[in-house]
């Protein structure tokens, strides 16, 4: 995954139209709408002359208004048509005062954005420019970064546990899985809520369509409308085809909504209407259409106290939470993870290893751990603990905070109530234990126990390491991604 997330770029805008009144206009408000830098023309002329000018200059127009009865000899429908030629990059917006309905689908035959009457209203071009920004961030949103249908593997169907709790949820899960109801996940972080989700579809009818899971807290903002139900046709570069969706990825399948409580909450509407529904509308089309998607979602929120407290809807909490689930906490089932260290080992190696794979003391100390990061953590451990160990895994091959607990936790302190480096000069020294530690893996450290100690709360953890709430996720998805590769 690449970290960029594309913020909305400033726009360079052309306007034409022969009006004087409508030019001051444009001079004067389109650089405050379209956050960016205005050419204003007076004819057809002269836009097809700053077109040309700016494509040789290599800085192609982001958008353009253009009107259509011009005189000069170049028409409005002469400009957008050398504006597909020369610039087919650029957005375009037709305004007219003789707007009729022959006109507007030719406008769309033309690949406007939209089709606006004189006299213009400026929320109608505040949006019409808003839409135009959206469309430039998706275009610049690296495509790897866009969630996208997996494969179920074999080992993804793995659920371990044994103990009352896991098994009353894996009675559950069969119960739930072959319906179509949603389900929402309760647990905190690294539970394994992903796997249940992947557990679910496997045992539903829709095992063999598409399985799409999306961390609802990683997606840009302003991009969550387009990523969820698409792009209407040839609104983006090189695009005849629209773009699809999430809904439509999963069309057949499951739609795994991670991160619930993350959801903006304009979406949290569509969501809602979705489930209420089935129906989706592509952005920039009039139709709607259906979709045979089932939603599964996933929290370590309180979805009640973020609808207390204004952040989440409560009509949207009963329409997710058909059934739910509730994780336990690795600590409360240490039972479990024994086996867990040998379904995790066994992942690492490509092949199966045992629990004597660990020694009596080692394990000891893997059962006695708190796991804040449950049992990603567990699998960080374990990984660690493979490479460094020379047959069976000792306690001395095991992470620091699994043997001394409290370390990461002082340096997280250290670092979020330190203003500058003096702190550190007084505060005693941190110790990583005998086992030498690269920078990275004791910022992994600091960062999990920093989320333990706010429970899993990834704003909260974001917040007081003083890192973008983006740049948490991305570093626990790598870290995640690090794990999988092996
Ligand atoms: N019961 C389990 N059996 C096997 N593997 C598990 C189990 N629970 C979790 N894991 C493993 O632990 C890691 C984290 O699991 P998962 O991503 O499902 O957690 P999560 O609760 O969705 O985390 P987050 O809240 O951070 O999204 C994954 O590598 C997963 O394979």
Redesign the pocket.
């Known amino acids: 995954m690449s970290n960029a997330t594309p913020g909305p770029a400033p726009l360079r805008v052309l306007c034409v139209d022969d009006e004087p009144g409508i030019r001051f206009v444009y001079e004067n408000e389109v650089p405050l709408i379209a956050e960016g830098s205005v050419t204003v023309v007076a004819d057809g002329v002269k836009a097809i002359a700053a077109l040309d000018a700016a494509v040789a200059e290599g800085k192609p127009y982001d958008a353009a208004l253009i009107d259509l009865r011009m005189p000069g000899g170049v028409d409005g429908w002469g400009v957008a048509d050398h504006l597909n030629n020369v610039s087919p990059n650029t957005k375009f917006v037709i305004c007219t005062g003789h707007g009729d309905l022959p006109e507007a689908k030719r406008a769309m035959e033309y690949g406007a954005l939209r089709f606006l009457e004189k006299p213009l209203q400026m929320p109608e071009l505040g949006e019409a420019f808003a839409h135009i920004r959206e469309l430039k961030a998706l275009e610049q949103w690296p495509e790897e970064d866009r969630p996208k249908p997996v494969k179920l593997k074999t080992d993804d169907r793995?659920?371990?546990?044994s103990t009352p709790a896991m098994l009353a949820l894996k009675k559950k899960i069969a119960k739930f899985a072959p319906t179509d109801a949603s389900v929402l996940i309760l647990?905190?972080?690294?539970?394994?809520?992903?796997?249940?989700a992947k557990a679910i579809h496997a045992s539903s009818k829709r095992a063999g369509g598409p399985f799409v899971a999306v961390n609802c807290g990683a997606l840009p903002e302003h991009l969550v409308e387009s990523e969820f139900f698409g792009h209407r046709k040839g609104a983006f570069t090189g695009a005849d085809q629209p773009r699809k969706g999430l809904f439509e990825a999963a069309d057949g399948g499951t739609l795994f909504l991670?991160?619930l409580g993350e959801l903006p909450k304009p979406m949290q509407v569509k969501l809602l209407r979705f489930l209420e529904s089935s129906e989706i509308r592509r952005v920039g089309e009039n139709e709607t259409f259906t979709v045979d998607v089932r939603i599964v979602c996933?929290t370590?929120k309180d979805l009640d106290e973020m609808a207390r407290d204004g952040e989440f809807r409560e009509d949207l909490i009963y329409r997710v939470n058909t059934f739910e689930l509730d994780?336990p906490p690795l600590r409360e089932r240490a039972e479990d993870i024994p086996a867990?260290c040998s379904?995790?080992l066994s992942r690492l190696a490509g092949k199966r290893v045992g629990e004597e794979a660990i020694s009596p003391r080692a394990m000891d100390l893997l059962q006695s751990h708190e796991w804040s990061g449950?049992?990603?953590e567990l699998?960080n451990a374990l990984e660690h603990a493979s490479i460094l160990a020379e047959g069976q895994i000792q306690p001395e091959d095991l992470p620091t905070p699994v043997t001394r607990r409290s370390v990461a936790g002082n340096v997280g302190l250290k670092l979020a109530n330190t203003g500058d480096f003096e702190g550190y000069a007084n505060a005693p020294a941190p110790t990583y234990g005998d086992v030498p530690k690269t920078l990275r893996e004791i910022e992994q450290e600091v960062i999990l126990h920093t989320l333990d100690r706010h429970d899993?709360d990834k704003p909260a953890t974001a917040k007081e390491l003083g890192i973008a709430l983006k740049t948490l996720y991305n570093k626990?998805n790598a870290y995640?991604a690090k794990?999988?590769a092996g």
């Open positions: 793995d659920f371990i546990g647990g905190e972080t690294g539970t394994g809520k992903e796997v249940v991670d991160e996933a370590n994780l867990l379904f995790l449950n049992v990603r699998a899993g626990l995640e794990r999988a």
